[in-house]
């Protein structure tokens, strides 16, 4: 498949229907929000929906937080759709959202499945491991849980450092974690009671 630049522009509440639905298609249950709860969420300002298009035809898209207290995104999903895959389109988005962000941005994080479960649901999980690390994202050393209605979840917590970014505080991670779970997670009840079981075990990361 020949690639072409892709345009990438902010989605609508009215488009999130149809995104939603590639979702459910495209991520685990527990990995996934209501779709009243996502609507609240991009009701906000912070909050965003990009959706990639080339020539008009969707080609993938994402939805991400902006972090309030420090220029930084939260990755909080993002797909490609089928018959645009492993041609370069994923690499592509990846790059323009942090390229259309400011110029002082420190980074993005992302949460990201440890592979376990059956041969072929690992190779897929270990896909998209690999996808972020080729990109330059990096494994925070992280006891990292996503809040679920059924408790925390463990994930690995990526990061994908500006280039002029040696070193991010642990005062630093804590507090865009702590903000994610107030705002992304306020649909789970116990999200606090999860955050608490490894917030003390943050430490700094060095890059």
Do not use: C
């Not at 972090?67 to 895959?85: C, Q, V």
């Not at 390229?99 to 376990?116: N, S, Y």
């Not at 479960?117 to 849980?145: C, D, S, V």
């Amino acid at each position: 498949m020949k690639i072409n630049n892709i345009e990438v522009s902010e989605g609508s509440l009215d488009e999130l229907m149809d995104v939603y639905q590639s979702l459910v298609s495209e991520f685990p249950a527990n990995e996934l929000k209501a779709y009243k709860h996502m609507q609240s969420l991009l009701a906000k300002r912070h909050y965003k929906l990009l959706l990639a298009k080339e020539k008009e035809e969707l080609v993938g898209y994402a939805l991400l937080y902006e972090i309030e207290h420090l220029s930084a995104i939260w990755l909080d999903y993002m797909a490609i759709d089928t018959k645009f895959r492993n041609a370069g389109y994923g690499t592509q988005l990846f790059n323009k959202i942090i390229q259309t962000k400011r110029d002082d941005l420190v980074g993005m994080f992302v949460e990201v499945e440890i592979p376990e479960g059956n041969e072929a649901t690992r190779k897929q999980q270990q896909r998209r491991i690999n996808f972020y690390e080729r990109l330059g994202a990096r494994k925070l050393n992280i006891p990292y849980q996503l809040p679920t209605h059924e408790g925390g979840f463990p994930m690995y917590l990526y990061f994908k450092p500006s280039s002029t970014i040696q070193r991010l505080p642990k005062e630093q991670i804590r507090a865009v974690i702590a903000e994610v779970f107030d705002h992304i997670h306020s649909d789970i009840h116990d999200r606090y009671a999860i955050l608490e079981k490894f917030l003390h075990l943050i430490k700094d990361e060095n890059f």
